[in-house]
Every structure is written in C-alpha cells, then in structure tokens.
C-alpha cells in the first residue's frame, strides 16, 4: 500500500478506509513519498500497526522517506521507525 506525499486531517479519512480493508492481511506500507505526516494519520498508523500486532498479522512500513523518518522522530513514535527499517 502506497501512502500518500501529503498526509494530513483531509487525507485521514481515506487512510483509514485503505487500512480497514485490509485488515487481518499481511499490510506491507510503502512510505517512500511521504512529505509531510500530520498527526491524524500517524495516530492511524500507530493503531493500525497495535491492531494488526493483536490479530499476530505482520504489518510494515518500508522504505520511509526523509520526512516520514523526522516526523515520527519529532512525535515520539520511534518503534514505527524502527519498524522501516529505514530502507
């Protein structure tokens, strides 16, 4: 699943109807055209990768771009990097 450059309050909702159609499947997130992360979607994929972790269904974020990576730094949210690989 590609995410979008711009994640934001408008790109949110549509976020969340992509990962809630595939849930309970293995989810592969290419985050190589991420510019900007707001904090809705980031709270999404944070829940997402919990909920995919419950149901033991392996969820990942690869190739994180440069923004993608700073922004989950600067929010705190380090496992998700972690979890990039930073490929």
């Given at each position: ?12 909702r ?9 849930r309970?499947?293995q989810i592969?997130i290419d ?7 707001g904090?809705?979607?980031l ?8 909920a995919?972790?419950?149901d033991g269904?392996?969820f990942s974020?690869?190739?994180p771009?440069q923004a ?13 990097v972690?979890?990039a690989g930073?490929?």
């Open positions: 699943m590609q995410l979008a450059s711009v994640l934001d309050l408008a790109a949110a549509p976020l969340w109807s992509q990962l809630c159609a595939r309970r499947q592969e985050a190589s055209a991420v510019d900007r992360l904090g809705q979607c709270q999404l994929l944070l829940a997402a990768k919990q995919w972790a419950v269904v392996p974020v690869v190739h771009s993608f990576t700073d922004a989950l730094r600067l929010s705190g949210a380090n496992e998700l972690a979890e930073r490929e």
